[in-house]
């Protein structure tokens, strides 16, 4: 028998989690034994505990979404890609380079006209990007009779940029309504499913350059902006909005060589 | 193993925690989808060689505490999780229901603590830690959390038979 300690709330929670060590242990049973009531307190605390783990346990075996998964691969995707095409260098010059698009435009609301350019592009987005099935019209198979349709549907030399670089993949495209003309998807895919669609359409109005806009409706993203006689949007509601800026880097480069 | 495989090993562990956490499946994944993106972001912050899980619920904190900030701006009464969906509760599922619920109307920084130590299994030091408060800290919420369960639980409890006579 040891003279008794005073046994504090924190022995008691430590005894309910099972982390008190021996010697301790014994005297705070001791010290419960005398306390029906104290007693009773800490095993409704193990026993919620027990519950809590009952409760909660199927969630480590429910299959991991996607998008979950896609989030943990991204930067290495991003790494691995950028090192694939030894543009680690160049990553924080294009950084700097969007950035300062960015701050040029930190301007007023977009335009009307803009307005109703990026909604369109993003509900074209939001409908084709989680397509299964049928995400486009005309398949990257079928890349040249693709680029030449939509060419002469929008009336301006289309082409499709390649973003292997930057990890993704052609998918295809399509041809859309727009605003008074004809407008155009191209969509993109990285190896793990991840989709970004590219919008186009003839800005026939004028015959200028715009610095990168960003924008964001419900969770997708966009970068706009207008390149002679074409206006762009980059849409995507999966990655971030640095990693949409390096692809939108990576098309205006490809569309500027 | 790559920090990307390590990350998606620990998925199911930060779903559990942010289920429990935020109550609802939908808001629970969103907090770890973002919590992924975070971390990512702040790799360079992460010391090789450290716990990668508790350094990865720091962050998840982080973003839950700025989630609620933001919700408060809006709404000063979203401090506890909304009504979860109901169902017909038959046996074990009553128990989960109510306990879901207790649970989801503890506040947010009690709630924190008992799911670090009771779910994770995380010593109170290093739910200290992670928390970024002192551990005495940590046991007085912990001693609050587990009260007030009982206590609604208990009260549930009480009720039905009250009911019952």
């Not at chain 1, 398949?139 to 680029?147: K, M, S």
């Not at chain 2, 559990?16 to 808001?27: E, I, M, N, P």
């Not at chain 2, 009771?118 to 408060?133: G, N, Q, V």
Request: hydrophobic share 40%; with cysteine; proline share 5%.
């Amino acid at each position: 028998m040891s003279e008794e300690r005073t046994v504090t709330e924190a022995d008691l929670q430590a005894y309910a989690d099972g982390r008190l060590a021996e010697a301790r242990l014994a005297e705070v049973e001791q010290w419960l034994a005398a306390r029906p009531e104290e007693a009773e307190r800490v095993t409704a605390y193990r026993q919620l505990g027990d519950e809590l783990h009952g409760v909660y346990a199927a969630v480590l075996d429910e299959p991991v979404p996607q998008r979950l998964e896609r989030a943990a691969r991204r930067r290495w995707r991003w790494r691995t890609a950028a090192a694939a095409a030894g543009l680690v260098a160049l990553g924080g010059l294009i950084g700097v380079l969007g950035d300062r698009a960015l701050h040029e435009w930190r301007a007023p609301a977009p335009a009307p006209e803009a307005a109703s350019f990026v909604r369109r592009a993003v509900v074209a987005h939001a409908t084709y990007a989680p397509e299964v099935r049928h995400p486009v019209e005309v398949g990257a198979d079928q890349e040249a009779h693709l680029v030449a349709w939509l060419s002469k549907r929008l009336g301006a030399p289309v082409r499709a940029p390649k973003l292997e670089s930057v990890g993704y993949n052609l998918v295809g495209g399509r041809l859309l309504p727009g605003d008074g003309s004809p407008t155009a998807q191209f969509m993109y895919q990285c190896q793990y499913g991840t989709r970004v669609t590219l919008y186009l359409r003839t800005d026939a109005a004028s015959n200028r350059e715009t610095a990168f806009r960003y924008a964001r409706e419900g969770n997708v993203r966009v970068f706009y902006w207008v390149d002679r006689k074409l206006g762009y949007a980059l849409s995507s509601s999966d990655i971030s909005k640095e990693d949409l800026n390096k692809v939108a880097n990576a098309v205006y480069q490809q569309l500027n060589p | 193993m790559s920090d990307a495989e390590r990350l998606v090993e620990l998925i199911p562990r930060l779903r559990r925690y942010a289920r429990a956490l935020v109550g609802d499946r939908a808001s629970a994944d969103d907090l770890v989808q973002d919590t992924l993106e975070r971390a990512w972001a702040k790799l360079h912050l992460y010391s090789r060689g450290t716990d990668l899980r508790a350094w990865l619920f720091t962050v998840m904190h982080n973003v839950h505490v700025n989630k609620l900030r933001a919700s408060r701006a809006t709404d000063p009464l979203e401090d506890e999780m909304p009504e979860l969906a109901q169902r017909a509760p038959q046996g074990d599922a009553l128990l989960v229901r109510d306990l879901e619920r207790a649970i989801g109307r503890l506040p947010s920084e009690q709630r924190e603590v008992l799911l670090l130590v009771t779910l994770e299994e995380m010593s109170y030091d290093e739910a200290a830690r992670t928390l970024d408060i002192p551990i005495g800290t940590v046991m007085s919420r912990l001693s609050r959390a587990r009260e007030k369960l009982r206590a609604m639980m208990t009260g549930q409890a009480a009720a039905k038979l009250k009911v019952v006579k």
